[in-house]
C-alpha cells in the first residue's frame, strides 16, 4: 500500500513560563497508506490530539516533516497554501457541542469551507450543502436551524458533513464519539465508517476506546508520553500486544466477551504517567512498567521491527524485544 501521509520524526513541543517546556509530542514516524484506517490510541495526555493537529498543520511543528502525497508541507500555511491544504485534509473534532457555532445556522456551518475555499455560487453551495446533510442522515431543511435544536449524535453528523463537503483525501478523526451517548456511539462509527468506503477517504482515528478502534482501524498504534510505543496490524495489537503499556492498556479497557457471561474484568494501569514537562531518562513508562529493568532506566528503546518472522509489519519500543 503507498503511503499518502508520511510523518518523519515529528516534534511538537510547547514553551510554557519559566522556560519549561511540554514535550507533547516527541519524534514520532508513521505513514499512513492510501485509503488506510490507522486507530491512535493512549491515555489523556499522551499526545494523540496534539500528533493530529501537528498532522494538519493547526500547531506548528517544533521538528520533522509531513510529506502529503509526496509534496512536502509548509510549516506555516499562506492563504493559497490554506485553501489548497483545506481540500486534501480535514478534522472532525471531538466535542460536537463546542466544536459548531451557535449563532450560525446548519447550512452557513456545513457550506463555510466551501464559500471560502472554493469557487461556487450560493445556488451551488446550497445544494452541496442539501446533498452532504442527506450523506450523514440529516434532511435538507434542517439547513435552517440552529446546532441547539439538535442532539449530540445529529451535532457530531453536522460536523461530519462541514469536514467532508470540500472533498478531502485525508480526515483525522479526533475521538469523534468519546463525547455522544453509547446508544449512538456505534452510528455515528458506523456512518464514518461507511463514509471511509464510498469516498476513499484515508483517515487518522483517534480515540479511547480499544475494542472501537480494533472495530474501525487497519492499523493501531499505540503513544505514550509524546511517543509512540507499539504499531502493527489493529487485530494482532489487540489480541496480542507486545509491548507492556499496550497490554495494560487493553487490559484497563477490555472488550466485552460474548462467549463469556461476565465482562473479561478490567486492570487499572499502577502509578500516574509521568510529566511531559519532565520527560524521564531512557524508556517513559518505566516508573509503571511491571517488567522494567535496569536497562530501561538508562537507554530509550528505539520503535523497531520485533524479531518474528511472521510479523514484519510489527514495530515495539521496548528492550524486551531486542
Ligand atoms: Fe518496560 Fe523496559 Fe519495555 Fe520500557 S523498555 S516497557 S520499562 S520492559
Not at 10 to 26: E, W, Y
Not at 73 to 99: E, G, N, T, V, W
Not at 158 to 169: D, M, S, T, W, Y
Amino acid at each position: 500500500m503507498s503511503a499518502l501521509v508520511e510523518i518523519r520524526n515529528l516534534t511538537k513541543h510547547f514553551r510554557i513560563g519559566r522556560g519549561q517546556v511540554v514535550h507533547a509530542v516527541d519524534d514520532v514516524s508513521l505513514d499512513i497508506g492510501r485509503r488506510e484506517i490507522v486507530g491512535l490510541v493512549g491515555e489523556s495526555g499522551s499526545g494523540k490530539s496534539t500528533l493530529g493537529k501537528t498532522v494538519l498543520g493547526l500547531h506548528d511543528k517544533t521538528g520533522g516533516s509531513v510529506v502529503y502525497d509526496g509534496e512536502t508541507l509548509p510549516s506555516k500555511y499562506r492563504p493559497p497554501d490554506f485553501q489548497r491544504h483545506a481540500r486534501m485534509m480535514q478534522m472532525i473534532f471531538q466535542d460536537p457541542y463546542s466544536s459548531l457555532n451557535p449563532r450560525m445556522t446548519v447550512g452557513e456551518i456545513v457550506g463555510e469551507g466551501l464559500k471560502l475555499h472554493a469557487k461556487v455560487t450560493a445556488v451551488d453551495v446550497r445544494e452541496k450543502v442539501a446533498d452532504w446533510l442527506r450523506r450523514v442522515g440529516l434532511e435538507p431543511d434542517h439547513m435552517s436551524r440552529y446546532p441547539h435544536e439538535f442532539s449530540g449524535g445529529q451535532r457530531q453528523r453536522i460536523g461530519i458533513a462541514r469536514a467532508l463537503i470540500l472533498g478531502p483525501e485525508f480526515v483525522v478523526c479526533d475521538e469523534p464519539i468519546s463525547a455522544l451517548d453509547v446508544s449512538v456511539q456505534a452510528q455515528v462509527v458506523n456512518l464514518l465508517d461507511e463514509l471511509k468506503e464510498s469516498l476513499g477517504l484515508t483517515m487518522l482515528f483517534i480515540a479511547h476506546d480499544l475494542s472501537m478502534v480494533r472495530y474501525v482501524s487497519d492499523r493501531m498504534a499505540v503513544m505514550y508520553l509524546g511517543s509512540l510505543v507499539e504499531l502493527g496490524p489493529a487485530n494482532r495489537v489487540f489480541f496480542a500486544p507486545k509491548h507492556p503499556y499496550t497490554e495494560l492498556l487493553i487490559g484497563a479497557n477490555p472488550e466485552p466477551d460474548p462467549r463469556s457471561e461476565r465482562s473479561r474484568e478490567s486492570v487499572a494501569i499502577r502509578g500516574e504517567i509521568p510529566s511531559p514537562v519532565n520527560v524521564p531518562d531512557g524508556c517513559r513508562f518505566a516508573n509503571r512498567c511491571p517488567k522494567v529493568m535496569d536497562v530501561c532506566r538508562e537507554t530509550t528503546p528505539a520503535l523497531a521491527p520485533v524479531a518474528d518472522a511472521d510479523q514484519p509489519d510489527r514495530l515495539v519500543a521496548c528492550h524486551l524485544y531486542p
